[in-house]
């Protein structure tokens, strides 16, 4: 049912931080889902125009799983199922922010939704982040001087460096954003995939003020190509985005939800979330151990989760060196592609989902012949 990944002669190694392991994909249970959702549908309910916040059955089997994994106490009417993330952010975007609002944004982030913001005309301001996440005390600071209307971050695995927003940042956050009265955009993209220590609720869990608008995607859980994803924030909140969705998108894809409905009830994404833990724990623990024999001159903590390890690359041209590898059919992130605001450059993002182990060390291998001579370039 699922697309298998296309072959790229150039590219047969995707180090790609937001790909997951397609071919490990629930397919079967997905198709036997999606036929019963079309031979089931009863007076063709499911074909019909519906509810701009999305199949109602999704979202209340959304809540309670949300509230189950997540500690987001939220109900159906919380809940607003979009077509990705990057789709709900929009939807967001249009609905809450204006042209010329400043959004406060990590300053290195992920691509799509910071030319998304530039598309909409927010007035995007970069916060630093560190081995704690946002700096809340900078962000604090920059808003004495231009008002922030909203705040954008990737508090769980901060994208692309991997860190996790502290625990006295989130306290701070919240607070400042209660008084400022801040929007706050969080943008919890892998929140399943957690390796080491304790799992670490969202900001959303903490929010006691409605301040919070969180976005979360079955895209890393199961495929982009599903387009699924979903917004949860007060039901007034849910309610603008739906109002605004329904004149530019209608409505979901109900058949489509119907299944992945099917799919949370009968507890097949959680047995493949945990499956899918234990194939990525491995793969991290391959790609570090690869990455501390083959190129010794990066420096990196091994992630607590997510998809990606982000290491430093100092005094080497890491634009140039990604172009070499992706010659010799490997494909990773430099820093560049995430900079959104005056940060070093030498450093990468390295995606380890969607390879093998024995993959991620050819990988890497290939990487360290792609070296020198981007070394070389930059002298
Ligand atoms: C931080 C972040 N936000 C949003 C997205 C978009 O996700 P979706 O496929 O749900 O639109 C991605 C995808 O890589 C991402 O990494």
């Known amino acids: 049912v699922l697309p298998r990944r296309p072959v790229s002669p150039r590219a ?44 109602p059955h999704l979202r209340a089997a959304l809540a309670s ?29 249009r609905a809450l922010l204006a042209p010329g609002d400043r959004v406060a944004i990590e300053v290195y982030a992920h691509p799509s939704p910071s030319a998304l913001f530039r598309l909409l ?52 956050l919240l607070e400042l954003a ?73 409505q979901g894809d109900q058949i489509l939800e119907r299944a992945i409905c099917d799919l949370l009830e009968d507890g097949e994404i959680d047995r493949h979330i945990r499956r899918m833990v234990r194939i990525y724990r491995a793969r991290c623990a391959a790609l ?20 990606a390890v982000w290491a430093e690359a100092p005094g080497i041209d890491v634009d140039a060196w990604a172009a070499r590898a992706l010659e010799l059919g490997v494909s990773f992130q430099p820093a560049s592609l995430f900079a959104c605001g005056d940060v070093p450059l030498d450093a990468l993002r390295i995606g380890f989902a969607a390879c093998d182990e024995a993959e991620l060390r050819e990988a890497v291998r290939r990487m360290a012949r792609a070296l020198p001579r981007a070394r070389r370039q930059s002298g």
């Open 121 to 172: 005309q927010l007035d995007l301001v970069p916060v630093p982040v560190d081995g704690d996440g946002m700096d809340v005390a900078a962000l604090d600071a920059l808003d004495a001087d231009r008002r922030v209307r909203a705040v954008y971050l990737t508090p769980h695995h901060q994208l692309p460096t991997t860190s996790t927003l502290s625990p006295a940042r989130r306290t701070r």
């Open 12 to 55: 047969r190694f995707d180090l790609l931080g937001g790909v997951p392991d397609l071919d490990s994909a629930p397919t079967a249970a997905l198709g036997r889902a999606l036929r019963r959702s079309v031979a089931t549908d009863r007076h063709g309910a499911l074909l019909d125009y519906g509810d701009a916040r999305g199949e």
């Open 65 to 93: 799983w949300l509230a189950r994994t997540r500690g987001l106490a939220a109900d159906s009417a919380a809940v607003h199922t979009v077509r990705g993330a990057q789709n709900g952010l929009y939807l967001a975007g």
């Open 178 to 250: 209660r008084r400022r009265r801040w929007l706050i955009l969080e943008d919890d993209y892998d929140h399943e995939f957690q390796y080491a220590g304790k799992p670490v609720l969202p900001l959303a869990h903490q929010d006691r003020h409605g301040v919070v608008v969180y976005f979360g995607t079955l895209s890393k859980v199961l495929a982009p190509g599903l387009r699924t994803a979903f917004i949860v924030a007060p039901p007034p909140v849910i309610d603008r985005i739906a109002a605004y969705r329904r004149f530019v998108d209608v």
């Open 288 to 307: 570090c151990e690869a990455l501390r024999g083959e190129l010794p001159m990066l420096r990196f903590t091994p992630p607590a989760g997510g998809m």
